[in-house]
């Protein structure tokens, strides 16, 4: 919340945020990221996707072809999100957590680290692994 906070005064202040992503990150030259993106070592955006403002695509993630992640989400190290998977603005995806091809993450969601999750989720959900599984 802080972060969006932070992100929307300096929007309306006038700042500019560039894209900024790592010289060992690979991002399909068909893939868009919008501004005040971060893209950190390792971390894969794979054609079609597209990236909303001000998210955060961690070290060793994953974004597959035409995922589409809406403004200020996070995807935590080594997260797969994985092909036309939609994240509403605002999700948090935990560390190793893996999304399959197709779903709908509601906006404000968190899923937590480790889950595999295999259908839609709701806004706003809290999903925590249990026994390493969850969805």
Known sequence: AARIHAFSVAREAGAEFPVIASPRAHVSRHAQLSDGTLVMHGAVVNA????????????QSLVEHDARIGDHCHISTGARVNGGVTLGEG??????????????????????????????????AFIKARGGRAG
Do not use: E, R, W, Y
Request: glycine letters at 20%; proline letters at 2%.
């Open 48 to 59: 079609g996707a597209t990236i909303g403002q001000n998210c955060i695509v961690n070290s």
């Open 91 to 124: 999700c948090f995806i935990g560390s190793g957590a893996i999304l399959k091809n197709g779903i709908t993450i509601g906006a404000k969601s968190v899923i937590g680290a480790g889950c595999v999750i295999l259908n839609d989720v709701p806004a706003g």
